[in-house]
Protein backbone atom coordinates (compact mmCIF):
# COMPACT_ATOMS: atom_id res chain seq x y z
CA UNK A 1 0.00 0.00 0.00
CA UNK A 2 1.76 3.41 -1.12
CA UNK A 3 2.23 5.76 1.77
CA UNK A 4 -0.74 8.43 2.17
CA UNK A 5 -0.01 11.66 0.28
CA UNK A 6 -0.91 14.99 2.12
CA UNK A 7 -1.20 18.25 -0.34
CA UNK A 8 -0.85 20.63 1.95
CA UNK A 9 0.70 24.43 2.31
CA UNK A 10 3.32 24.77 5.56
CA UNK A 11 0.96 27.49 6.78
CA UNK A 12 -2.44 26.41 6.43
CA UNK A 13 -4.18 25.58 9.63
CA UNK A 14 -6.33 22.95 7.90
CA UNK A 15 -3.56 21.05 6.76
CA UNK A 16 -1.48 21.68 10.34
CA UNK A 17 -4.94 19.76 11.65
CA UNK A 18 -4.31 16.58 9.66
CA UNK A 19 -0.42 16.71 10.02
CA UNK A 20 -1.27 16.64 14.40
CA UNK A 21 -3.40 13.55 13.18
CA UNK A 22 -1.37 11.69 11.29
CA UNK A 23 1.07 11.89 13.85
CA UNK A 24 -0.86 11.04 16.71
CA UNK A 25 -1.90 8.05 14.68
CA UNK A 26 1.99 7.56 13.24
CA UNK A 27 1.18 7.29 9.73
CA UNK A 28 3.81 8.30 7.70
CA UNK A 29 2.84 10.39 5.06
CA UNK A 30 4.28 12.23 1.66
CA UNK A 31 3.29 15.68 1.25
CA UNK A 32 2.87 17.96 -1.94
CA UNK A 33 3.16 21.39 -1.23
CA UNK A 34 0.37 23.78 -2.72
CA UNK A 35 1.64 27.31 -2.58
CA UNK A 36 -1.71 29.10 -1.39
CA UNK A 37 0.19 32.50 -1.65
CA UNK A 38 1.09 31.72 -4.94
CA UNK A 39 -2.65 30.62 -6.33
CA UNK A 40 -1.44 27.00 -6.80
CA UNK A 41 -5.09 25.85 -5.05
CA UNK A 42 -6.61 27.19 -8.32
CA UNK A 43 -4.61 25.61 -10.22
CA UNK A 44 -6.55 23.09 -12.60
CA UNK A 45 -4.43 20.14 -11.51
CA UNK A 46 -5.21 20.89 -7.78
CA UNK A 47 -8.76 21.17 -8.55
CA UNK A 48 -9.18 18.23 -9.84
CA UNK A 49 -7.79 16.91 -6.57
CA UNK A 50 -9.71 19.14 -4.80
CA UNK A 51 -13.02 21.02 -6.46
CA UNK A 52 -12.56 23.43 -3.96
CA UNK A 53 -9.77 24.02 -4.28
CA UNK A 54 -8.44 24.36 -0.57
CA UNK A 55 -5.89 22.40 1.28
CA UNK A 56 -5.61 19.36 2.98
CA UNK A 57 -6.37 16.98 0.54
CA UNK A 58 -5.48 13.57 1.19
CA UNK A 59 -4.58 10.42 -1.24
CA UNK A 60 -4.93 7.66 0.94
CA UNK A 61 -6.26 3.46 0.42
CA UNK A 62 -6.37 4.78 -3.36
CA UNK A 63 -9.00 7.77 -2.77
CA UNK A 64 -8.72 11.39 -2.49
CA UNK A 65 -10.48 13.14 0.73
CA UNK A 66 -10.79 16.35 1.68
CA UNK A 67 -12.27 18.51 4.50
CA UNK A 68 -9.53 17.92 7.43
CA UNK A 69 -12.51 17.11 10.09
CA UNK A 70 -14.21 14.66 7.92
CA UNK A 71 -10.18 13.20 7.11
CA UNK A 72 -9.57 12.82 10.62
CA UNK A 73 -12.80 11.13 11.39
CA UNK A 74 -11.81 8.73 8.67
CA UNK A 75 -8.14 8.15 9.97
CA UNK A 76 -9.97 7.23 13.51
CA UNK A 77 -12.30 5.08 11.62
CA UNK A 78 -9.79 3.26 10.02
CA UNK A 79 -6.58 3.69 12.05
CA UNK A 80 -8.46 3.59 15.37
CA UNK A 81 -4.89 3.86 17.67
CA UNK A 82 -4.71 5.52 19.54
CA UNK A 83 -8.68 7.12 19.42
CA UNK A 84 -8.96 10.82 18.82
CA UNK A 85 -12.73 10.23 19.54
CA UNK A 86 -13.74 9.06 23.20
CA UNK A 87 -15.84 6.43 23.13
CA UNK A 88 -19.26 7.78 24.79
CA UNK A 89 -21.84 9.55 22.27
CA UNK A 90 -22.28 12.41 24.50
CA UNK A 91 -18.62 12.62 25.09
CA UNK A 92 -17.72 12.35 21.06
CA UNK A 93 -20.44 15.13 20.56
CA UNK A 94 -18.39 17.50 23.18
CA UNK A 95 -14.85 16.84 21.71
CA UNK A 96 -16.96 17.30 18.37
CA UNK A 97 -18.46 20.55 19.17
CA UNK A 98 -14.81 21.77 20.22
CA UNK A 99 -13.72 20.97 16.77
CA UNK A 100 -16.61 22.24 14.88
CA UNK A 101 -16.61 25.42 16.94
CA UNK A 102 -12.98 26.57 15.51
CA UNK A 103 -13.43 24.95 12.00
CA UNK A 104 -16.84 26.61 11.32
CA UNK A 105 -16.71 29.92 13.55
CA UNK A 106 -13.11 31.26 13.78
CA UNK A 107 -11.02 29.81 10.63
CA UNK A 108 -13.19 30.74 7.93
CA UNK A 109 -13.81 34.03 8.56
CA UNK A 110 -9.75 34.87 8.76
CA UNK A 111 -9.23 32.35 5.86
CA UNK A 112 -6.42 34.17 3.09
CA UNK A 113 -9.58 34.86 0.54
CA UNK A 114 -12.13 36.33 3.36
CA UNK A 115 -9.15 38.60 4.14
CA UNK A 116 -7.94 39.61 1.00
CA UNK A 117 -11.65 41.01 0.32
CA UNK A 118 -11.59 42.27 3.76
CA UNK A 119 -8.95 44.31 2.98
CA UNK A 120 -10.08 45.06 -0.70
CA UNK A 121 -13.27 47.05 0.69
CA UNK A 122 -11.49 48.16 3.52
CA UNK A 123 -7.54 48.63 3.62
CA UNK A 124 -5.49 46.84 5.32
CA UNK A 125 -5.50 48.42 9.00
CA UNK A 126 -9.37 46.87 8.54
CA UNK A 127 -7.96 43.72 7.74
CA UNK A 128 -5.48 43.03 10.77
CA UNK A 129 -8.90 44.61 13.34
CA UNK A 130 -10.95 41.83 11.37
CA UNK A 131 -8.63 39.20 11.72
CA UNK A 132 -7.93 40.22 15.67
CA UNK A 133 -11.53 40.42 16.66
CA UNK A 134 -12.70 37.16 15.27
CA UNK A 135 -9.93 35.03 16.30
CA UNK A 136 -9.97 37.13 19.85
CA UNK A 137 -13.90 36.91 20.15
CA UNK A 138 -13.71 32.69 19.23
CA UNK A 139 -11.63 32.44 21.83
CA UNK A 140 -13.54 33.70 24.37
CA UNK A 141 -16.14 31.19 23.32
CA UNK A 142 -13.95 28.04 23.47
CA UNK A 143 -12.30 28.86 26.41
CA UNK A 144 -16.03 29.02 28.03
CA UNK A 145 -16.77 25.71 26.61
CA UNK A 146 -13.45 24.32 27.85
CA UNK A 147 -15.28 24.68 31.56
CA UNK A 148 -16.72 21.23 31.13
CA UNK A 149 -16.30 18.03 33.16
CA UNK A 150 -13.67 16.46 30.59
CA UNK A 151 -11.42 18.50 30.69
CA UNK A 152 -8.41 18.00 32.47
CA UNK A 153 -5.99 20.75 32.76
CA UNK A 154 -3.60 19.40 29.99
CA UNK A 155 -5.55 18.59 26.64
CA UNK A 156 -9.30 19.67 25.94
CA UNK A 157 -10.92 16.62 26.70
CA UNK A 158 -9.15 14.13 28.50
CA UNK A 159 -5.90 12.92 29.39
CA UNK A 160 -5.09 12.55 25.93
CA UNK A 161 -5.01 14.44 22.71
CA UNK A 162 -8.14 13.99 20.18
CA UNK A 163 -9.75 16.06 17.25
CA UNK A 164 -9.83 19.14 19.56
CA UNK A 165 -6.63 19.84 20.06
CA UNK A 166 -6.10 19.01 16.59
CA UNK A 167 -8.36 21.99 15.60
CA UNK A 168 -7.54 23.92 18.16
CA UNK A 169 -3.14 23.98 18.30
CA UNK A 170 -3.20 25.38 14.65
CA UNK A 171 -5.63 28.35 15.75
CA UNK A 172 -3.57 29.11 18.34
CA UNK A 173 -0.50 29.18 15.76
CA UNK A 174 -2.80 32.00 14.01
CA UNK A 175 -3.82 33.62 16.91
CA UNK A 176 0.21 34.29 17.30
CA UNK A 177 1.02 35.07 14.14
CA UNK A 178 -1.54 38.10 14.14
CA UNK A 179 -0.97 39.22 17.88
CA UNK A 180 -3.57 37.90 19.30
CA UNK A 181 -2.59 37.43 23.26
CA UNK A 182 -4.15 33.80 25.49
CA UNK A 183 -2.12 33.90 27.98
CA UNK A 184 -5.21 35.41 29.87
CA UNK A 185 -7.32 32.32 28.97
CA UNK A 186 -6.21 29.70 31.78
CA UNK A 187 -7.23 26.50 29.71
CA UNK A 188 -6.32 27.38 26.26
CA UNK A 189 -2.80 28.30 27.57
CA UNK A 190 -3.14 24.98 29.46
CA UNK A 191 -3.64 22.87 26.26
CA UNK A 192 -1.14 24.78 24.56
CA UNK A 193 1.72 24.11 26.97
CA UNK A 194 0.70 20.18 26.68
CA UNK A 195 0.58 20.08 23.19
CA UNK A 196 3.32 22.23 22.39
CA UNK A 197 5.58 19.74 24.34
CA UNK A 198 3.84 16.60 22.78
CA UNK A 199 6.04 15.36 19.77
CA UNK A 200 3.37 14.87 17.36
CA UNK A 201 2.50 18.12 17.55
CA UNK A 202 6.33 19.33 17.70
CA UNK A 203 6.21 17.37 14.19
CA UNK A 204 3.46 19.07 12.44
CA UNK A 205 4.52 22.59 13.07
CA UNK A 206 4.43 25.05 10.52
CA UNK A 207 7.90 25.85 11.21
CA UNK A 208 8.81 22.63 9.85
CA UNK A 209 7.41 22.46 6.78
CA UNK A 210 8.91 26.42 6.27
CA UNK A 211 9.84 26.48 2.50
CA UNK A 212 12.36 29.27 3.24
CA UNK A 213 13.83 27.16 6.35
CA UNK A 214 13.70 23.70 4.01
CA UNK A 215 15.98 26.04 1.10
CA UNK A 216 18.16 27.42 4.52
CA UNK A 217 18.65 23.88 5.36
CA UNK A 218 19.64 22.94 1.52
CA UNK A 219 22.05 25.36 1.42
CA UNK A 220 23.65 24.38 4.69
CA UNK A 221 23.75 20.99 3.15
CA UNK A 222 25.74 22.30 0.17
CA UNK A 223 27.73 24.50 1.91
CA UNK B 1 -37.57 11.07 29.15
CA UNK B 2 -37.72 14.22 28.56
CA UNK B 3 -38.60 15.61 25.21
CA UNK B 4 -35.52 17.40 23.33
CA UNK B 5 -35.38 20.87 23.60
CA UNK B 6 -34.24 22.94 20.01
CA UNK B 7 -33.56 25.93 21.13
CA UNK B 8 -33.28 27.94 17.80
CA UNK B 9 -34.27 30.97 15.25
CA UNK B 10 -36.49 29.92 12.65
CA UNK B 11 -33.91 31.52 8.94
CA UNK B 12 -31.13 30.33 10.73
CA UNK B 13 -29.32 27.47 8.77
CA UNK B 14 -27.85 25.86 11.61
CA UNK B 15 -31.17 25.05 13.46
CA UNK B 16 -32.49 23.82 10.50
CA UNK B 17 -30.01 21.31 9.73
CA UNK B 18 -30.90 20.20 13.24
CA UNK B 19 -34.59 20.13 12.60
CA UNK B 20 -34.42 18.30 9.06
CA UNK B 21 -32.39 15.66 11.31
CA UNK B 22 -34.81 15.60 13.97
CA UNK B 23 -37.58 15.12 11.41
CA UNK B 24 -35.77 12.25 9.66
CA UNK B 25 -35.37 10.24 12.84
CA UNK B 26 -38.82 10.79 14.22
CA UNK B 27 -37.87 12.34 17.02
CA UNK B 28 -40.83 14.81 18.73
CA UNK B 29 -38.75 17.92 19.85
CA UNK B 30 -39.97 21.16 21.41
CA UNK B 31 -38.59 24.76 20.67
CA UNK B 32 -36.98 27.93 22.35
CA UNK B 33 -37.24 30.22 19.84
CA UNK B 34 -33.89 32.97 19.87
CA UNK B 35 -34.25 35.83 17.92
CA UNK B 36 -30.70 36.72 16.78
CA UNK B 37 -32.31 40.00 15.19
CA UNK B 38 -33.25 41.17 18.35
CA UNK B 39 -29.77 40.23 19.94
CA UNK B 40 -31.94 37.32 21.77
CA UNK B 41 -28.67 34.91 21.19
CA UNK B 42 -26.10 37.64 23.23
CA UNK B 43 -28.83 37.51 26.68
CA UNK B 44 -26.55 35.70 29.77
CA UNK B 45 -29.61 33.58 29.59
CA UNK B 46 -28.88 31.97 26.10
CA UNK B 47 -24.74 32.71 26.90
CA UNK B 48 -24.99 29.76 30.10
CA UNK B 49 -27.19 27.53 27.34
CA UNK B 50 -24.22 28.47 24.13
CA UNK B 51 -21.75 30.00 25.47
CA UNK B 52 -20.39 30.79 21.90
CA UNK B 53 -24.13 32.79 21.67
CA UNK B 54 -25.23 31.06 18.53
CA UNK B 55 -27.95 28.51 17.91
CA UNK B 56 -28.64 25.58 17.48
CA UNK B 57 -28.39 24.40 20.90
CA UNK B 58 -30.28 20.81 21.71
CA UNK B 59 -30.91 20.26 25.23
CA UNK B 60 -31.69 15.51 24.99
CA UNK B 61 -30.61 13.34 27.38
CA UNK B 62 -29.99 15.60 30.43
CA UNK B 63 -26.96 17.84 28.58
CA UNK B 64 -27.54 20.48 26.27
CA UNK B 65 -25.24 20.08 22.73
CA UNK B 66 -24.15 22.78 20.47
CA UNK B 67 -22.75 22.79 16.84
CA UNK B 68 -25.42 22.14 14.28
CA UNK B 69 -23.30 18.49 13.11
CA UNK B 70 -21.71 17.54 16.14
CA UNK B 71 -25.62 17.72 17.48
CA UNK B 72 -26.90 15.33 14.04
CA UNK B 73 -23.65 13.09 14.82
CA UNK B 74 -24.69 12.55 18.33
CA UNK B 75 -28.77 11.89 17.23
CA UNK B 76 -26.99 9.23 14.70
CA UNK B 77 -25.17 7.34 16.93
CA UNK B 78 -28.26 7.18 19.87
CA UNK B 79 -30.53 6.80 17.47
CA UNK B 80 -29.12 5.25 14.33
CA UNK B 81 -32.64 4.68 12.36
CA UNK B 82 -32.70 5.68 9.63
CA UNK B 83 -28.75 6.18 9.25
CA UNK B 84 -27.72 9.73 8.37
CA UNK B 85 -24.21 8.10 7.45
CA UNK B 86 -23.12 5.34 5.70
CA UNK B 87 -22.06 2.27 7.30
CA UNK B 88 -18.43 2.29 4.90
CA UNK B 89 -16.00 4.45 6.14
CA UNK B 90 -15.16 5.78 2.96
CA UNK B 91 -18.48 6.90 1.95
CA UNK B 92 -18.47 8.56 5.26
CA UNK B 93 -16.01 10.74 4.22
CA UNK B 94 -17.33 11.71 1.53
CA UNK B 95 -21.01 12.76 3.18
CA UNK B 96 -18.71 14.69 5.64
CA UNK B 97 -16.66 16.35 3.35
CA UNK B 98 -19.66 17.66 1.49
CA UNK B 99 -21.61 18.56 4.76
CA UNK B 100 -18.19 20.67 6.27
CA UNK B 101 -17.91 22.09 2.95
CA UNK B 102 -21.15 23.62 3.76
CA UNK B 103 -21.12 24.28 7.37
CA UNK B 104 -17.28 25.75 7.52
CA UNK B 105 -16.76 27.08 4.04
CA UNK B 106 -19.93 28.43 2.75
CA UNK B 107 -22.11 29.39 5.64
CA UNK B 108 -20.04 31.17 7.81
CA UNK B 109 -18.81 33.95 5.32
CA UNK B 110 -22.70 34.60 5.28
CA UNK B 111 -23.51 34.30 8.88
CA UNK B 112 -25.47 37.61 10.05
CA UNK B 113 -22.27 38.95 12.38
CA UNK B 114 -19.78 38.87 9.23
CA UNK B 115 -22.66 40.45 6.94
CA UNK B 116 -22.99 43.22 9.39
CA UNK B 117 -19.45 44.13 9.91
CA UNK B 118 -19.19 43.71 5.61
CA UNK B 119 -21.95 46.49 5.53
CA UNK B 120 -20.57 48.81 8.24
CA UNK B 121 -16.89 48.71 6.51
CA UNK B 122 -18.30 48.70 2.91
CA UNK B 123 -22.38 49.56 2.93
CA UNK B 124 -25.28 47.29 1.94
CA UNK B 125 -24.42 46.78 -1.30
CA UNK B 126 -21.23 45.39 -0.62
CA UNK B 127 -22.67 43.29 1.96
CA UNK B 128 -25.16 42.11 -0.96
CA UNK B 129 -22.02 41.05 -3.19
CA UNK B 130 -20.23 39.65 -0.52
CA UNK B 131 -22.91 37.38 0.37
CA UNK B 132 -24.20 36.02 -3.48
CA UNK B 133 -20.02 35.72 -4.24
CA UNK B 134 -19.81 33.61 -1.56
CA UNK B 135 -22.65 31.44 -1.84
CA UNK B 136 -22.23 31.14 -5.14
CA UNK B 137 -18.70 30.45 -5.22
CA UNK B 138 -19.35 27.87 -2.70
CA UNK B 139 -22.41 26.09 -4.73
CA UNK B 140 -20.27 25.74 -7.98
CA UNK B 141 -17.52 23.72 -5.77
CA UNK B 142 -20.27 21.72 -4.10
CA UNK B 143 -21.95 21.24 -7.48
CA UNK B 144 -18.84 19.21 -8.91
CA UNK B 145 -18.13 17.25 -5.14
CA UNK B 146 -21.51 16.02 -6.06
CA UNK B 147 -19.89 14.24 -9.82
CA UNK B 148 -18.95 11.72 -7.50
CA UNK B 149 -19.75 7.62 -8.31
CA UNK B 150 -22.36 7.49 -4.75
CA UNK B 151 -24.31 10.62 -6.27
CA UNK B 152 -27.75 8.74 -7.09
CA UNK B 153 -29.45 11.93 -8.29
CA UNK B 154 -31.90 12.68 -6.09
CA UNK B 155 -29.84 12.65 -2.57
CA UNK B 156 -26.25 14.06 -2.15
CA UNK B 157 -25.20 10.42 -1.38
CA UNK B 158 -27.08 7.30 -2.29
CA UNK B 159 -30.97 6.69 -2.70
CA UNK B 160 -32.04 8.51 0.95
CA UNK B 161 -31.00 11.62 2.62
CA UNK B 162 -27.62 11.87 4.78
CA UNK B 163 -26.00 14.48 6.66
CA UNK B 164 -24.90 16.00 3.49
CA UNK B 165 -28.46 16.88 2.46
CA UNK B 166 -29.37 18.11 6.09
CA UNK B 167 -26.32 20.54 5.40
CA UNK B 168 -27.06 21.17 1.74
CA UNK B 169 -30.65 22.14 1.66
CA UNK B 170 -30.28 25.00 4.26
CA UNK B 171 -28.59 26.79 2.58
CA UNK B 172 -30.17 26.11 -0.75
CA UNK B 173 -33.05 28.27 0.73
CA UNK B 174 -30.58 30.76 1.71
CA UNK B 175 -28.93 31.16 -1.65
CA UNK B 176 -32.96 31.61 -2.71
CA UNK B 177 -33.24 34.31 -0.24
CA UNK B 178 -30.31 36.08 -1.32
CA UNK B 179 -31.21 35.89 -5.07
CA UNK B 180 -28.00 32.93 -5.72
CA UNK B 181 -29.26 31.29 -8.57
CA UNK B 182 -28.47 27.20 -8.97
CA UNK B 183 -31.09 26.10 -11.41
CA UNK B 184 -27.71 26.15 -13.99
CA UNK B 185 -26.03 22.95 -11.01
CA UNK B 186 -27.80 19.97 -12.37
CA UNK B 187 -26.90 18.00 -9.18
CA UNK B 188 -27.30 20.57 -6.40
CA UNK B 189 -31.28 21.44 -8.28
CA UNK B 190 -31.97 17.07 -8.17
CA UNK B 191 -31.25 17.34 -4.36
CA UNK B 192 -33.38 20.13 -4.39
CA UNK B 193 -36.25 18.91 -5.93
CA UNK B 194 -35.74 15.22 -4.23
CA UNK B 195 -36.04 16.99 -0.59
CA UNK B 196 -38.32 19.46 -1.41
CA UNK B 197 -40.92 16.92 -1.83
CA UNK B 198 -39.33 15.18 1.39
CA UNK B 199 -42.03 15.49 4.74
CA UNK B 200 -38.75 15.59 7.03
CA UNK B 201 -37.21 18.86 4.90
CA UNK B 202 -41.01 20.29 4.52
CA UNK B 203 -41.62 20.10 8.47
CA UNK B 204 -38.33 21.19 9.37
CA UNK B 205 -38.62 24.36 6.28
CA UNK B 206 -38.23 27.95 7.88
CA UNK B 207 -41.49 28.94 7.13
CA UNK B 208 -43.15 26.65 9.37
CA UNK B 209 -41.17 28.61 12.05
CA UNK B 210 -41.80 32.42 10.61
CA UNK B 211 -43.23 34.29 13.66
CA UNK B 212 -45.07 36.78 11.81
CA UNK B 213 -47.19 33.29 9.89
CA UNK B 214 -47.25 32.26 13.71
CA UNK B 215 -48.56 35.86 14.94
CA UNK B 216 -51.44 35.65 11.56
CA UNK B 217 -52.44 31.48 12.78
CA UNK B 218 -53.33 32.84 16.26
CA UNK B 219 -54.80 36.41 14.98
CA UNK B 220 -57.14 33.56 12.78
CA UNK B 221 -57.65 31.82 15.73
CA UNK B 222 -58.86 34.41 17.48
CA UNK B 223 -60.94 35.74 14.96
Redesign the interface.
Known amino acids: MARPLLYDYWRSSASYRVRIALNLKAIAFDRVAVDLVAGAHRSPAH?AVN????VPALEI?G?I???S???I??LD??RPEPALLPGD??A???V??LA??V???I???SNLG?LA??GA??GPQ?RTD?NRDNIAEGLE?IE??L?HPGFSGRFCHGTEPSLADCALVPQLYNAARWGVDFAHLPRISAVSRACGGHPAFVAAHPDQFDPSREARAFEGERA
Chains 1, 2 share one sequence.
Open positions: LPQGLDQLTQLAIEYETPMRAKRRLAACDHPVVRVLAAWAAMD
